[in-house]
């Protein structure tokens, strides 16, 4: 057992006399060694409130609730009723708790906010972060562009592009080039650092420096990969100079935490901040669905009021290690259809039209006294260019948690025998039912391996590469290419 493990003696220890079952809690509960520290110490400091046993279960899911990238325990969402049926767990208004009232160190620790129960941290923060949206959107004082500027620079951009982007990737350059505050959400595959390089292109076209523009992502890795992936996507559209590349090629990504000089020492500011601004005009976030509250809201705050801000991110990837799934709260609900105000709309439709074959697929808004805070914001890409159609129907079944639809899709290959796999395709969704012996499912993998894959090719190719000399590179480099393309396979 590690020194850190959260166990049944673990918990016990620090919220002593619970008549509850402490060995099912780490079982069912996303559990971590701060909160539980922080529940420790309420649990010494509360003793005057007489608290019912009850609401300490519920602090235990509402930490449970954090940990699976939540920044709050909603209270009638169908998770925590399925928790309210397992502990048995009493109706929240009948434990009768004025969570106002409970403090520690003089300092609130819960909030209340109708069904949702907060830690005061997570809530001020979420509360921070839609004020500092609110901001960035009602009070940009930034370079604004009218139509013509944006139709002539988008001309002049898709024009010296090799291959064409789809209506929704345009669709997201505009959106970017238009309002201060851009969202773009798509899985992998669907084109989102292509069009970066275009909305790049157009924003230096229009007269931003390269020196103005920040790319960053919530980790190194991330970042490595943002910026190699945009050097790429650069040297595929056509150069304005086929003999210098690039200005924007000068890019470089770098984490999050560099970019506002973030400080891990205590009480003290991270180097840019809300009264020390970064001196860009341009930063493109990449990978947001990574990114938690905290992190979101400290790099909010450092970025300057004339400064245009673009998310990019994955809304349907697994949320950010510490609270807040921040993406997927500002993106729309998935599979609805994005809702414009009707002026955006026309603007969409008189820009894009040279380059679509209809923008009858934007909806409007009908209510013009209802509008989001982040309508005429956001765009959802759902073309990939990484897999078949076939394959990304059916992912959207098990996306969506959709058994029936999966195993009747059209597009499901069910095995019954292991000869299918000689005439099946190459890019396919296959099923098997499982196989009593592993070996068997081993079998099915490596008849399939070797019907699509030439395995003495690929050994030839091992045989020729294997002992070179790093010094006499240049020698092999031929073997190593036909190894690598090979591998690609």
């Not at 970064?278 to 970025?303: F, R």
């Not at 019907?451 to 092999?476: K, T």
């Amino acid at each position: 057992m590690s020194l850190f493990d959260i166990n049944e003696s673990f918990i016990k220890q620090r919220l002593p006399g619970l008549s509850v079952d402490y060995a099912q809690l780490p079982d069912r509960l996303h559990l971590d060694l701060a909160h539980l520290q922080l529940l420790a110490d309420c649990y010494q400091h509360w003793h005057q409130h007489k608290l019912p046993e009850q609401f300490w279960l519920y602090l235990l899911i509402l930490v449970d609730e954090i940990n699976r990238g939540s920044s709050c325990l909603d209270m009638t969402s169908p998770r925590f009723l399925q928790q309210q049926d397992q502990f048995q767990l009493a109706d929240w208004r009948d434990l009768n708790v004025a969570v106002e009232s409970l403090t520690l160190a003089a300092q609130p620790v819960l909030v209340q906010q109708r069904q949702y129960l907060y830690f005061a941290k997570y809530f001020h923060a979420e509360k921070t972060l839609y004020q500092q949206i609110e901001t960035r959107i009602k009070q940009y004082q930034g370079s604004r562009y009218d139509r013509a500027a944006i139709q002539q620079v988008l001309q002049a951009m898709l024009q010296r592009r090799t291959y064409q982007l789809n209506r929704e990737q345009i669709q997201a350059v505009v959106t970017a080039l238009w309002q201060p505050l851009s969202l773009v959400s798509g899985g992998p595959g669907t084109g989102k650092t292509s069009l970066l390089a275009t909305l790049l292109r157009c924003l230096h076209g229009l007269g931003v420096a390269v020196t103005d523009m920040a790319l960053a992502a919530p980790t190194g890795r991330a970042a490595y990969r943002m910026t190699e992936s945009l050097h790429l996507s650069l040297q595929q559209e056509q150069p304005d100079n086929h003999n210098e590349p690039h200005p924007l090629s000068q890019l470089q990504a770098q984490t999050i935490h560099r970019l506002i000089g973030q400080s891990n020492r205590f009480n003290q500011k991270n180097r840019y901040h809300q009264n020390h601004h970064l001196p860009h005009k341009v930063i493109v976030i990449d990978e947001v669905s990574m990114v938690d509250l905290q992190l979101m809201t400290a790099l909010l705050s450092a970025i300057s009021h004339d400064c245009r801000l673009i998310l990019l991110g994955d809304q349907f990837q697994l949320p950010s290690v510490d609270s807040g799934a921040v993406l997927a709260d500002l993106m729309p609900p998935a599979n609805l259809k994005l809702p414009l105000s009707g002026q955006f709309a026309s603007l969409l439709s008189e820009l894009m039209a040279p380059y679509v074959d209809a923008t009858d697929y934007l909806s409007i808004h009908q209510d013009s006294d209802h509008r989001g805070l982040l309508m005429d914001t956001c765009t959802v890409l759902k073309q990939s260019h990484r897999s078949n159609q076939s394959i990304q129907n059916i992912s959207e079944c098990v996306r969506v948690g959709d058994a029936a639809g999966f195993f009747k899709h059209p597009d499901l290959i069910q095995l019954q025998q292991l000869k299918e796999l000689q005439s099946g395709p190459t890019e396919a969704v296959m099923w098997r039912p499982q196989a009593a012996k592993q070996s068997t499912e081993l079998e099915v993998f490596w008849q399939w391996f070797c019907h699509h894959i030439d395995l003495e090719a690929y050994r030839r190719d091992v045989r020729r590469c294997q002992g070179f000399s790093a010094q006499n590179l240049s020698d092999h480099q031929s073997d190593l290419n036909a190894l690598f393309q090979r591998i690609q396979q």
